[in-house]
């Protein structure tokens, strides 16, 4: 019992001495600045596939750096390579059958001009009374026969067209599925979770992999409304992780929420009995992220620290 007793005494002395290291804290931070605990966060990009399929390759593995644009997962396209070589064959048969329709057409042309010229011959000799009618009617009538003739001809070419239209949108339907075979990084990053292997099958829709965009590495940050309304668009803002508490991390504030929430029950600041809390982003210098991309692991316990006012001067780095 004495022992129980003893515990809880001890635990009652850390829980205040933690309390009275954080009223420190509070009363230490310079004025004009806010702070408060967080952690590194990185947006997150689901690599998916737009239509199902076997898998044959995953060329990365979890914690790998990728490239944009770099191969990432492979699905097998055979069949789909099978139906393209077929719409390529009917392909050529469309475009046969349109050159023979044009070269049809052609003749029907001369046959309609030769029957147009006999036609007006004979009209001007049946005025003159040197040609039968029965000569003109007969000259009249292949002239129209002509005609309808060119007309379904043409019709034909139109037909050939359209089929060589409808081949041409069917290949590139089959290339543009092809290429869906591959699954390349849309950006430079960092491979968060490989969640299928090679002989999976995958889903329309499936995920392949997580991806880390490492040039967009932020923290948030649940200030109270009183210092939340001080903080300018584009403040600066410093992050010091944990794991590296003599190397702040520059930064800058994109984003403060229009509304106020309820604070998360994984952060702590420094006016707990403030429930209301404006969420607040801090995203890392680019240019820092650039020449340090190996530091940025997301997931980090830190503190971030932002400027209320211009001039107030950054905490002295922890020893």
């Known amino acids: 019992m004495r022992k129980i007793l003893w515990l809880a005494a001890a635990a009652a002395l850390s829980i205040g001495g933690y309390a009275y290291w954080r009223v420190g804290q509070s009363v230490a931070m310079p004025a ?13 990009i689901d690599l998916a596939a737009k239509y199902g399929g076997r898998v044959v390759e995953v060329a990365v593995r979890e914690g790998e750096t990728v490239k944009a644009g770099q191969v990432l997962v492979r699905l097998d396209a055979a069949e789909l390579e099978a139906e393209l070589r077929a719409a390529e064959a009917d392909l050529r048969r469309a ?8 070269e049809q057409v052609a003749v029907a042309l001369s046959e309609l001009g030769y029957s147009q010229r006999a036609a007006a011959r004979s009209q001007g000799l049946a005025e003159q009374n040197h040609a039968s009618r029965e000569k003109l009617d007969a000259d009249v009538t292949r002239r129209q026969k002509a005609q309808a003739s060119l007309q379904a001809l043409q019709a034909s070419v139109g037909e050939s067209a359209a089929e060589v239209a409808a081949g041409q949108a069917r290949i590139e339907q089959l290339r543009a599925r092809i290429a869906e075979c591959t699954l390349a990084a849309p950006k430079d990053g960092r491979v968060l979770y490989r969640l299928v292997e090679p002989g999976e099958v995958l889903a329309a829709g499936g995920k392949a992999l997580t991806l880390l965009d490492m040039g967009d590495v932020y923290m948030t940050l649940f200030l109270p409304e009183a210092e939340a309304g001080k903080i300018a668009m584009n403040a600066e803002a410093h992050i010091v992780l944990d794991a590296m508490p003599d190397r702040p991390v520059p930064a800058r504030v994109t984003f403060v929420s229009p509304q106020a929430q309820f604070t998360p029950k994984q952060v702590e600041t420094f006016r707990e009995r403030q429930k209301l809390v404006f969420r607040v982003k801090a995203q890392v210098d680019a240019a820092f992220l650039a020449a340090h991309a190996d530091l940025a692991k997301p997931g980090l316990p830190g503190m971030g620290y932002v400027r209320l006012e211009p001039s107030a001067p950054w905490p002295a780095p922890a020893r």
Do not use: C, P, T
């Not at 004009?32 to 997150?44: H, S």
């Open 95 to 102: 475009e046969q059958g349109r050159r023979y329709a044009e």
């Open 32 to 44: 004009g600045i806010a702070a408060v605990n967080g952690r590194l966060e990185a947006i997150e």
